[in-house]
């Protein structure tokens, strides 16, 4: 077993060991520490071994009983991230704006909305269709402004492009 999988597996275990502390003694409802649960079993399934489909289902289990706006822009978030990953691109685009309607402050949803529209823009090109790739390409760094607005010095690449291609101000 390589040094990174036995790393990711104790940063794993460590997670669920201290996640299962903090259920027991933060003041939490029942309700809230099944969202909870599912959550965090959505975000073992997607990061730790790729099973989207179950990583799913526990997200949106948790959105079914998740009540908190904050809490819930997460699990919306890695939702998105899923499809993103699954290449449902208009999907993961919905799930990234309804993480921001409840949380206007995800810089890293308005990072992978960006980065959508950049390769939107790039298949465009590929296309032949030099207007819609600009459409694209606008609408990426109107994102990536906004993410680097959130957390300055992150999103090096993406300011690079932005100065590059003159887009940012």
Sequence with gaps: ???????????????SIVANILLEIIPTT??????FTY???????????????????NYYEAMRLEIDPYDRSYILYNIGLIHTSNGEHTKALEYYFRALE????????????????????????REGDSEIAEAWFDQAAEYWKQAIALTPGNYIEAHNWLKITRRFE
């Design 1 to 15: 077993m390589s040094r990174s999988r036995i790393n990711g597996n104790f940063i794993d275990k460590t997670f």
């Design 30 to 35: 029942s309700g809230e520490k099944e969202a």
């Design 39 to 57: 959550y965090r079993d959505g975000v073992m399934s997607a990061q730790s071994e790729g099973n989207y489909a179950e990583a799913l289902q």
């Design 102 to 125: 409840r949380n206007p402050f995800l810089p890293q949803a308005f990072n992978n909305m960006a980065v959508i529209c950049h390769y939107r823009g790039e298949q465009a090109i």
